[in-house]
Nanobody, 114 residues
Framework: QVQLVESGGGLVQPGGSLTLSCQAS?????????MGWYRQAPGNQRELVAR?????TATYADSVKGRFTISRDSGKSNLQMNALEPEDTAVYFC?????????WGPGTQVTVSS
């Protein structure tokens, strides 16, 4: 049974930074699969924010390009978020890319507000 657990969220002021981390329990998947970070804001559908290939090629949603950086290291997937905007407020999730529904974790809340 795989469980993906996200951490690192919190309350931050506009322009601030946060680093989210994701770790899998039950099976070592982060280092061997395409991974994605997703987010869901209230009233919105879950959307892909960033993905990283096995070869560590990263792609980003236009809304976060130049501000967010996805990486993986030692079984963890990380999302470095800089220059945060109120529009980045959401619950952030990690999963495979494409996402595998049974493996959605609880997510971590990111709130950008002054």
């Amino acid at each position: 049974q795989v469980q993906l657990v996200e951490s690192g969220g919190g309350l931050v002021q506009p322009g601030g930074s946060l680093t989210l981390s994701c770790q899998a329990s039950g099976r070592d998947i982060v280092d061997f699969w395409w991974m994605g970070w997703y987010r869901q804001a209230p009233g919105n559908q879950r959307e892909l924010v960033a993905r990283i290939t096995i070869g560590d090629t990263a792609t980003y949603a236009d809304s976060v390009k130049g501000r967010f950086t996805i990486s993986r290291d030692s079984g963890k997937s990380n999302l470095q978020m800089n220059a945060l905007e109120p529009e980045d407020t959401a619950v952030y999730f990690c999963n495979l890319y494409p996402a595998y529904d049974p493996w959605w974790g609880p997510g971590t809340q990111v709130t950008v507000s002054s």
